[in-house]
């Protein structure tokens, strides 16, 4: 079974540039979460979907942050302008919440998407 | 602001003994606890789980005990292997996980 698949796994780019992460969900999964992880902050969640529709963004840093989930299959993190800051790893999440958005507990996570912007 | 706090950043343990990872929260309201495990350029795997309402739960090396009235929580691993080093997150459940900064454990021969 194929898991959370993201890409890219590394992106280097310059201050000021666009950076779009993608993510796959596990087929069947109906929430798909977005974190950051600093060595600051740890893992810090972003925004998470319920059935393509955002419930929660209230983690999104500012406006330079967006997301998008068009389908059931597929998520993406768009940052524009990107800053040195925002450089860490960026990991997506799926999982199935079953009831009233009563979140599952257990989250399946990708393997990262490494984002160094210089 | 973390209600979920893994103070310490870092455990070193001997091949053989018991690791202890420490967990403390703030909001007595979260319902579910799971511990999760990072390898390094991997994403965190889910480990063990507990609900509030036991105090300990058990699979195979790995228990974790749930102490409400501190709000604390711990992971202990017995007998520790080398393959158990990596970065542990505790995390908390209410609505959406919290999770903690993580350890590093690190298991030597």
């Known amino acids: 079974d194929a898991g959370v698949i993201q890409s890219p796994r590394h992106e280097v780019t310059e201050m000021g540039q666009e950076v779009t992460l993608r993510c796959k969900p596990i087929?069947?999964?109906?929430?798909l979460f977005w974190y950051r992880q600093t060595m600051m902050r740890g893992l810090e969640l972003l925004i998470y979907?319920?059935?393509?529709?955002?419930?929660?963004d209230s983690g999104m840093p500012e406006d330079r942050f967006s997301a998008k989930m068009p389908n059931a299959s597929f998520s993406t993190l768009k940052i524009q302008p990107s800053e040195p800051r925002d450089s860490a790893v960026y990991f997506c999440?799926?999982?199935?919440?079953?009831?009233?958005?009563?979140?599952?507990?257990?989250?399946?996570f990708g393997e990262g998407s490494r984002l160094t912007v210089l | 602001d973390q209600q979920v706090k893994q103070n310490s950043p870092s455990l070193s343990v001997q091949e053989g003994r018991i690791s202890i990872l420490n967990c403390d929260y703030t909001?007595?309201?979260?319902?579910?606890f799971l511990w999760y495990k990072k390898y390094p350029a991997e994403g965190p795997t889910f480990l063990i789980s507990?609900?509030?309402?036991?105090d300990k739960n058990e699979d195979g090396r790995f228990t974790v005990f749930l102490n409400k009235s501190a709000k604390h929580l711990s992971l202990h691993i017995v007998p520790s292997q080398p393959g158990d080093s990596a970065v542990y997150f505790c995390?908390?459940?209410?609505?959406?996980?919290?999770f903690g900064r993580g350890t590093q454990l690190t298991v030597w021969p």
């Open positions: 999440a799926s999982s199935l919440v079953k009831g009233a958005l009563k979140m599952a507990g257990e989250l399946f």
């Open positions: 087929s069947g999964h109906n929430s």
């Open positions: 979907f319920n059935n393509n529709v955002p419930i929660d």
């Open positions: 909001n007595s309201m979260f319902d579910y």
């Open positions: 507990i609900s509030s309402i036991k």
């Open positions: 995390a908390a459940l209410l609505g959406r996980l919290y």
